[in-house]
């Protein structure tokens, strides 16, 4: 089953993107602006690796299903 939410703080908001980007993704404004766009996105990236990793090493010595088996039949299950 597919891991739930991770808990990021950094997050990306692009207002009016149909401006700020072109049709590739690519910030337009030139380099110094590009500069900014990543560097604001990369506070987000780094956090999601970081949880990524933090969540893969942690794997490797606790099974994450034994304590808290995954519904896999019916949603009823939810159901204290």
Known sequence: ????CLPVSAMVHVPRAHQVLDETGTPTGG???AERWHGY?????SQLQWWGTAAK???Q????FAASPA???DPA????
């Open 31 to 33: 380099a110094k602006e």
């Open 71 to 73: 519904f896999l039949s």
């Open 77 to 80: 299950q939810r159901n204290a």
């Open 57 to 59: 090493l942690h794997k």
């Open 41 to 45: 996105a990369h506070r987000t990236w």
């Open 61 to 64: 010595s606790n099974d994450p």
């Open 1 to 4: 089953p597919p891991p739930g």
